[in-house]
């Protein structure tokens, strides 16, 4: 059974930093494109960062272009999101997914975590 677990989330102020992760069980991990997504209450999911099956591809929202940046060990069956000067329109709970192939939308991902929730405050 594949189960994706996010943690990290938390309370902070604008301008901090925060690291989620994600770790993966009950799946070849090195096989999958990993993402991270997030969603307000009222609104659609939001695509915020993908990585390839290894490191060498990358992709970011150009909101959170040159502040986050997404990593994962795969020895370890983890994906991260560092998240830098940290804004409080980053309030989300954030979601992390497995998909074949490196996307932008919530469609070609496969399973998804329960969520951690940031909130960012001014």
């Known amino acids: 059974q594949v189960q994706l677990v996010e943690s990290g989330g938390g309370l902070v102020q604008a301008g901090d930093s925060l690291r989620l992760s994600c770790a993966a069980s009950?799946?070849?991990?090195?096989?999958?494109?990993m993402g991270w997504f997030r969603q307000v209450p009222g609104k659609e999911r939001e695509f915020v960062a993908a990585i390839s099956l290894t490191t060498s591809g990358t992709t970011y929202a150009d909101s959170v272009k040159g502040r986050f940046t997404i990593s994962r060990d795969n020895a370890k069956n983890t994906v991260y999101l560092q998240m830098n000067s940290l804004k409080p329109e980053d309030t989300a709970v954030y979601y992390c997914a497995n998909g074949v192939l490196l996307a932008t939308t919530p469609r070609p991902y496969t399973k998804w975590g329960q969520g951690t929730q940031v909130t960012v405050s001014s």
């Open positions: 009950g799946l070849t991990f090195g096989n999958w494109a």
